[in-house]
């Protein structure tokens, strides 16, 4: 089946720092990616969708200047934190799909904000 | 009133037993209808994908849909300890903005 990793599985940075986390597809052209928060006990959130050469769509309530997307490839989108604070503390998830067919979820990045 | 409802458990069942999930939703312009599978510290998984209503079987899982009522179940046959995780409904409609439910975390005991 179709594969997603991310890097790196899970981050320690200070307040104030910026995180960069990438998603790439390894056996597939992700024409679309999507990038979910999720905190404990709580459900995927859908922060943005973006397309790969488009610049990103974001859903309400998630601020684009503090999390910035880039899908430069057809195989890799990185998501920034930048000025991280100890509420971005969460579970950061991708997932890919080519054209309109399954998304496929990466295992996902820890990210701890001290 | 959330669009899709998930009672987060946990839920737990003797190895063996039948485990039914369910989830209700509120919007009827939703569609397609996935269960997802989510170890601990893990990225989900797609486990069942249905259209519509009906019925799907895939080994030892069954998903249900009854777009009538706006509910969808899984249903896992002969449960064993890897069975353990948290279950995550999902579905999407025309716009194919997935819509997760909370997750209902299973434990399977030996």
């Known amino acids: 089946g179709a594969v997603v990793s991310q890097h790196p599985s899970w981050v320690i940075c200070k307040s104030g720092t910026s995180v960069k986390i990438e998603c790439r597809s390894l056996d597939f052209q992700a024409t679309t990616m999507f990038w979910y928060r999720q905190f404990p006990k709580q459900s995927l959130m859908l922060m943005a969708t973006?397309?790969?050469?488009?610049?990103?769509?974001?859903e309400q309530g998630v601020e684009k200047d503090k999390f910035l997307i880039n899908h430069a490839s057809l195989t890799l989108s990185t998501l920034t934190v930048t000025s991280a604070h100890p509420e971005d503390s969460s579970f950061y998830i991708c997932s890919a799909r080519e054209g309109q067919k399954t998304q496929y979820f990466g295992p996902g990045t820890r990210l701890l904000v001290l | 009133q959330k669009e899709v409802e998930q009672d987060p458990g946990p839920l737990s069942v003797p190895e063996g037993a039948i485990v039914s999930l369910n989830c209700t939703y509120s919007?009827?312009?939703?569609?397609?209808f996935m269960w997802y599978r989510q170890y601990s510290r893990k990225g989900p998984e797609l486990l069942m994908y249905t259209y519509s209503s009906g019925n799907k079987e895939d080994g030892r899982f069954t998903a249900q849909v009854d777009k009538s009522s706006k509910y969808i179940s899984l249903f896992i046959r002969d449960s064993q300890p890897s069975d353990s995780a948290t279950y995550l409904c999902?579905?999407?409609?025309?716009?194919?903005?997935?819509?997760f439910g909370k997750g209902t975390r299973l434990h399977i005991l030996p």
């Open positions: 919007n009827s312009a939703f569609q397609y």
């Open positions: 999902a579905m999407t409609g025309r716009d194919d903005k997935i819509i």
């Open positions: 973006s397309n790969e050469g488009s610049k990103a769509t974001y």
